[in-house]
Nanobody, 110 residues
Framework: QVRLVESGGGLVQAGGSLRLSCAASGSISSFTMAWYRQTPGKPRELVALVRSGGYTNYADSVKGRFTISRDNAKNTVYLQMNSLKPEDTAVYYC?????WGQGTQVTVSS
């Protein structure tokens, strides 16, 4: 089972940007990689995914603002988040092949 470690979260003002990284302990080249987020009392929701062939899909709430990408050589997936809104505040999790990372907190102040 692959181990995932997220980084890059933090506090940012509305309109700002952050880039999240998810480093995997093994090869990710054949896996779909995804970012989810969760706020207290709510279920985890899919934010974005990227398939092994490069196909991407986004939640409607982040389309045009977030970009998911992968670097198979580095076993890392990224989430570039621009034009951040307070409603983007959540713990962001990386997911692949039944493995979850520990999460990284993103807080957007108004």
């Amino acid at each position: 089972q692959v181990r995932l470690v997220e980084s890059g979260g933090g506090l940012v003002q509305a309109g700002g940007s952050l880039r999240l990284s998810c480093a995997a302990s093994g090869s990710i080249s054949s896996f779909t990689m995804a970012w989810y987020r969760q706020t207290p009392g709510k279920p985890r929701e899919l934010v974005a995914l990227v398939r092994s062939g490069g196909y991407t899909n986004y939640a409607d709430s982040v389309k045009g603002r977030f970009t998911i990408s992968r670097d198979n050589a580095k076993n890392t997936v990224y989430l570039q988040m621009n034009s951040l809104k307070p409603e983007d505040t959540a713990v962001y999790y990386c997911f692949t092949s039944a493995s979850w990372g520990q999460g990284t907190q993103v807080t957007v102040s108004s």
